[in-house]
């Protein structure tokens, strides 16, 4: 069974930075794409990053562009987002995910097949 569990998340001043992680098991980890989202209170699930197996191909919501970093390490089983320049909008529960189509990169929270519980981040004003 595939499991995600994030951590990383917690309490920071505006315009500073966070890494998350994420870890995965229950399969090969290097051969499926692996994303983050978020979601506000009151608000819609927000793509947020994604980056594909071979982290070759790497995508970002607008909201985020220069700002945060999506990485992994295959070898650890782990998917990680660098959040620079911490915003107060930025605050709200992250989550990690996947599909369970080889190949498939994250973009669209609608198709995830598998999410992690999520880990919250808050930026203080």
């Known amino acids: 069974q595939v499991q995600l569990v994030e951590s990383g998340g917690g309490l920071v001043q505006t315009g500073g930075s966070l890494t998350l992680s994420c870890v995965a098991s229950g399969r090969t980890f290097s051969a499926y794409g692996m994303g983050w989202f978020r979601q506000a209170p009151g608000k819609e699930r927000e793509f947020v990053a994604a980056?594909?197996?071979?982290?070759?191909?790497?995508y970002y919501g607008d909201s985020v562009k220069g700002r945060f970093s999506i990485s992994r390490d295959n070898a650890e089983n782990t998917v990680y987002l660098r959040m620079n320049i911490l915003k107060p909008e930025d605050t709200a529960l992250y989550y990690c995910?996947?599909?369970?189509?080889?190949?498939?990169?994250?973009?669209?929270?609608?198709?995830?097949?598998?999410w992690g519980r999520g880990t919250q981040v808050t930026v203080s004003s």
């Open positions: 995910a996947s599909h369970n189509r080889i190949g498939v990169i994250p973009t669209d929270a609608a198709s995830i097949d598998y």
């Open positions: 980056i594909s197996g071979s982290s070759i191909i790497k």
